[in-house]
């Protein structure tokens, strides 16, 4: 309790400074989930709908043995050249964003494969069959179909980046991981939980909502 205690009053000493962390490590996370969102769902139709897909996802699905921190520090020296890419954010952000977007990638494009590739061919022919488009019968029928298990896979990268993002600390990006950081080599278990109490939350917050989504598009 003395632990949570010392927590607790850290906050409320330091306020702004811990909002600060809680904002950035909240923008980053939404940021690196919105593109792999726009680049990994795409990818995953693609691979639903063309021989060489199950490689595509495979090669995608191999990189996530790779840590997200090893990825960081393997494009720290190339810093430089990779904020250029958006030179309105700090360039140590921008890597870390890189790093969490790959992160993402993985469980969206598998699922979302798996997703439209399990929509019964007989569905889809009664489809044809009524005379809708190919795009209509993906619009109207394969993709809202395929919706549960593609939230389902958004939700589990929604976790995975929130809880990662922590690691942008070891490069200089003050989320909250700047506290569990710090909390690690001073010792000091109560500014680690100001850290780490919060990810938690973040964490929970983000697979609760993402599964009520995931139940309402199952309807």
Known sequence: MDILRGAVEYIQQNQQRFIDALTLHIQLSLYALALGIAIFVPLGVVASRWKGGPALVGFVSAARVIPSISVLFLLYPYRRQIGQIAPFWDRNFVLALIALTLLAGPPIIINTDAALRGVSPAILEN????GMTGPQVFNRVQLPL?????????????????ASATFAAF????????????????????LLLVGAIPVTLLALGAEVSLAGV?????T
């Open 171 to 190: 490069i200089g990006v003050g989320t909250l991981g700047r506290f569990i950081t710090s909390g690690l080599t001073l010792y000091d278990f109560s």
């Open 146 to 162: 395929a919706l549960p298990v593609i939230t389902a896979g958004v939700r589990t990268a929604a976790v995975e980046v929130i």
């Open 214 to 218: 995931e139940r309402l598009v199952s």
């Open 127 to 130: 489809a044809e069959g009524l």
